[in-house]
């Protein structure tokens, strides 16, 4: 059941990269992602289809168990040298006012570290501190069926959806006690700009509602929505003590964020993510330190350490006019990003530069990266079969892995508007082994 164009190389592949490749079968169980939605949002499930058709993917991503473990060694690796003096101190000492603020205790709910996959090497391209998509992919995970799986991987596949749910509300009970307030968490507010507009409002009404099962008074704001009064941040009515932030506004800058950062700055509401969690992983610029071996040494971060990162994290440099020519010379080898970009944009594939763009990334604040092309999946059928490009996040909390999914996608960046793309969960499996199953469905002796 192997892709065309497959060949003796295919089966000395990883059983994981020869099921993305090879594996046709469709495993999410629409009828049953219909009634978990329904059964989270009632008349609101619709809304899913409506505006986010193309929100979940309809086959699962196959990665290998040295992978997954690599992905965490890299996130670990990455959180011990943001732990490190030397390294706070020259990222912050450049950072706004804000950023260097003490935020309170608080660690910052939902990193997304985001991984390409080619072959077996695994290239971490960026940090990010409010990623999206979580509660969806605990909700999807209750509807895939994935055929490739035995049993008991079936069984563990299906528990996971839960006890993600259970990790969540975990993770925010932990960054209210050790923000170290006094009383028990009672409310939260999920906060961005003009919410209801927002492509991922549906997951935004899952969290509500997961934290209202839980006991906790939960609204959806838009920080304009906010009063900061009497020494308390309000919305409604309602004292709010801890924001789950999916502002864009990292810093809190915009005349709209006035009442949540004066909250802030007074220590008047848990902030979770914070701009100083932003300063610290997501600003694109850190990446070229954290791949600059000299710098890392000077830190104190191990030769083996080092060495992880030099691995792992794709090269990154903070774009100056005095190197134009030569990284104009290697753009088809670069990708550049605005150091404080989201979403993928403003950012651009080297061999697709014009030399306006290349001007203006020239003066702005970009970053070149090297180029790593994305994973690969097959879809459509073993007649007409298709390939859509994927990246991993690793979702994760004080340096943990938490869930990783994959985002399937046509295009330069992800943007869930390609049928067939979307969310996808990810089955980790054992380096080596081929079970009868999955050489069935690949073709192949065992």
Known sequence: MMAPGSSADHAAAPVSERLNSGCFCVSLDE?????????????????????????????PVFISDSQTKRMADVVQAIESVIALPAYRQQVLSNAPAIARMDPGGAKGVFFGYDFHLQGGRIGLIEINTNAGGAMLNAIVARAHRACCLDSAQLALAAA??????????????????????????????????????????????????????HGLRAVIAAPAQLVWRDGVLWHDGIAIDLVYNRLTDFLLEEPDSAALRAAYLAHAVVLTPHPQAHALYADKRNLALLTDPAQLQAMGVAPELRQLLQEHIL??????????????????????????????????????LTKRVWQDILAGNYVAQTLMPPGERVIGSRQRPALLKFDLRCYTYDGALQWTAARMYQGQTTNFRTPGGGFAPVYSLPDAEVSCEMAALLGEQI
């Open 315 to 352: 090269h990154t440099e903070v774009v100056a006019a005095s190197a134009g020519e030569r990284l104009w010379s290697a753009r088809r080898q670069l990708f550049f990003k605005p150091t404080a970009g989201f979403g993928g944009r403003a950012a651009y594939r080297g061999d697709k």
């Open 31 to 59: 009828e049953a992602l219909k009634r978990a939605l329904v059964l989270e949002l009632g008349p609101l499930a619709e809304l899913v289809e409506r505006r986010c058709p193309f929100l979940f993917s309809a086959r």
């Open 160 to 213: 996971s959806g839960a006890r993600l749910e259970q990790d969540i509300v975990d993770m925010f009970q932990a960054e209210w006690r050790l923000s170290g307030r006094a009383h028990g968490l009672r409310s939260i507010a999920i906060v961005d700009v003009d919410p209801e507009q927002q492509y991922l409002y549906p997951e935004f009404l899952l969290f509500q509602r997961l934290f209202e099962r």
